[in-house]
């Protein structure tokens, strides 16, 4: 028997601001049926600046109240930053919570790459974690793996997802030096780890010195929340969702369109 469409739960995405984005659309994909809630700690954003354990205790002390009022059947944490530091206090102190995570694409980046040569383009806090090189170490030994931790570019990003300009110059001195020649080989794999990076991944294409696949995560994120949601034969997509959470509690104009684009009111 089906269960009434009030009783399905919704899928909470989060991020520290809106690059999680990226992963809410391919989620919304594979999970027609569910309702979603987007939340962005824009009072907060940027989190790779932070010290590591104000961080945690601010994202610990947010998805207490999140979980509270929203009881989402998932969490998708769209975030490099947070979850790779704050992934494992979370599903400890929610244990009746599944937190899917979201980490550098290290493992299919070091199956897929010919030369050898790969770059992670992420935030400061992503390449300086240990979580990170961790991956490397288990998962890519046998390639040269270059760290690019870039201090602007998710802030260039949610500027640029905005329709600000952003100067081809400022984009290309964050992403030069995911590019490596070495003995012949040219680095032919960039991971994108961060959810910002993706919505500027037609420039980065346009202003790369050679042609390298730029790994996008969020597909492959939507594809394990997709097999943690339970499938409900015949369900009606709710009408009391899909709608975004800013901390600050003040997006800006231009944000509130960005959400209305994607679907989603603002509250």
């Known amino acids: 028997m089906t269960a009434p469409t009030h009783e399905l739960k919704p899928v909470l995405v989060f991020d520290s601001g809106i690059g999680g984005l990226t992963v809410l659309r391919e989620a919304r994909v594979l999970m027609p049926e569910r309702g979603f809630i987007y939340v962005a700690d824009d009072a907060g954003f940027p989190y790779g600046g ?5 961080l945690k205790e601010r994202v610990i002390g947010l998805f207490g109240r999140l979980l509270e009022e929203h009881d989402p059947e998932v969490c998708i944490i769209a975030c490099n930053t947070a979850f790779t530091l704050v992934g494992a206090d979370l599903r400890a102190a929610f244990p009746q919570m599944t937190f899917v995570g979201t980490v550098p694409a290290i493992k299919p980046a070091a199956e897929r790459t010919r030369s050898g040569l790969v770059s992670v383009l992420a ?26 931790g870039s201090e602007n570019l998710a802030r260039m990003a949610e500027a640029y997802i905005r329709g600000d300009v952003v100067s081809d110059e400022a984009v290309l001195s964050e992403i030069d030096q995911c590019f490596v020649e070495k003995e012949g080989r040219k680095t032919d794999i960039v991971v994108l780890a961060c959810t910002h990076y993706p919505f500027m991944a037609n420039l980065f294409r346009r202003l790369a010195p050679w042609p390298v696949d730029w790994l996008d995560p969020a ?21 009391n969702f899909d709608f ?3 901390t600050s509690g003040n997006p800006d104009f ?11 009111s603002t509250r």
Request: glycine share 4%.
């Open 50 to 54: 932070w010290e590591e354990q104000a």
């Open 254 to 264: 231009a944000t509130r369109r960005l959400m209305q684009g994607f679907g989603l």
């Open 219 to 239: 597909e492959a994120i939507a594809r394990r929340a997709r097999t943690l949601v339970p499938q409900i034969a015949d369900a009606v997509h709710p009408d």
């Open 244 to 246: 975004a959470v800013f």
């Open 123 to 148: 935030t400061p806090g992503t390449v300086k974690r240990a979580y990170t090189r961790d991956l490397i170490q288990s998962f890519a030994q046998q390639c040269h793996v270059r760290l690019v």
